[in-house]
């Protein structure tokens, strides 16, 4: 029972952590129809600006606060320099932003070096459940989450920005024409999409290593999470989060990461086969598939 109840929790705290990430690549292409290659180097910047303002002798909650603002400041640099010149020119964004993340993850390794970095525990105690003890700090990320999946639905259902992204998103030429101003809502919404893989970064630093290949770990879960539960919908990411997450876990209990990884793509291939627009899309209509 106490195992079960640890991996239950460990299980829905990386679901969650994917949640995080994926949010931002979701947004990003709903709005933009950008596939932002460079997302992962974002979660990276996000960790290591935690070890910057440490450094710098800040504190961990310093740091947490710090680096979703300056990833969010990248993200609109980024955006300003170089994606608003390549909107619909899908193949393009995706070499532009690949060879960002070259850049941004040489960078990193020329200011730090190669070798990973460790950003110490903010929350060391640990409290009991039916006589398991867990980490505090862990159920801080889990808050974190969702947190930020509660902003960002407000954000989206329940503010004047979240209408307009909605409008830009249905159609973005009738948008223009309402008068809708899209360039500038493809900046806020990139620098948000950054702002929350920062986020990400930052809140999970104390329980990774900090090195310049971390981002790749969670990209690549959190690409499979949107094309499972379904591109351009902030749901679908929920959902495939939980599968991809769901299932990754309990293979690599089962058997092992290598082969969790080999069930995890094999089960990817196959929804993506089955339910083109994602699973989010498939139950929404019922548990029909668009075949």
């Known amino acids: 029972m106490q195992e079960l109840l640890i991996f239950s929790l460990d299980t829905l705290n990386y679901i969650l952590a994917i949640v995080l990430v994926a949010l931002g690549l979701v947004i990003v292409f ?23 303002v440490q450094s710098l002798g800040g504190g961990f909650w310093l740091g947490l606060l710090v680096a979703p603002l300056f990833v969010a400041g990248v993200g609109l640099l980024v955006e300003f320099l170089v994606i608003r010149f390549l909107y619909h020119r899908f193949l393009d964004t995706i070499l532009a932003t690949w060879g960002i993340s070259l850049v941004i993850k040489q960078v990193v390794i020329l200011i730090f070096g190669p070798a990973s970095q460790q950003v110490g525990l903010p929350i060391a105690e640990t409290f009991s459940l039916l006589g398991t003890s867990y980490p505090f700090y862990r159920l801080f990320i889990m808050l974190v989450s969702v947190s930020a999946v509660a902003l960002t639905f407000w954000l989206l259902y329940r503010t004047d920005i979240g209408l307009k992204a909605r409008a830009a998103t249905a159609d973005r030429a009738m948008a223009s024409v309402m008068g809708i101003e899209t360039a500038r809502l493809d900046r806020m919404v990139f620098a948000y999409g950054a702002a929350l893989a920062g986020l990400a970064g930052a809140v999970m630093a104390p329980i990774m290593s900090v090195d310049p290949q971390m981002g790749l770990g969670f990209l690549v879960p959190a690409f499979l999470a949107v094309l499972v539960g379904g591109a351009g919908q902030v749901m679908g990411a929920l959902v495939g989060a939980g599968v991809i997450g769901g299932t990754d876990s309990l293979a690599a209990t089962i058997w092992s990461p290598v082969v969790a990884q080999i069930v995890v793509f094999t089960m990817a291939i196959i929804v993506i086969r089955l339910f083109p627009n994602g ?9 029909r598939g668009d075949r």
């Open 30 to 52: 709903g709005l933009m129809r950008v596939i932002n290659m460079a997302h992962g180097e974002f979660f990276l910047l996000g960790a290591y600006s935690v070890v910057t």
């Open 279 to 287: 699973l989010a899309d498939a139950w929404r209509r019922g548990g």
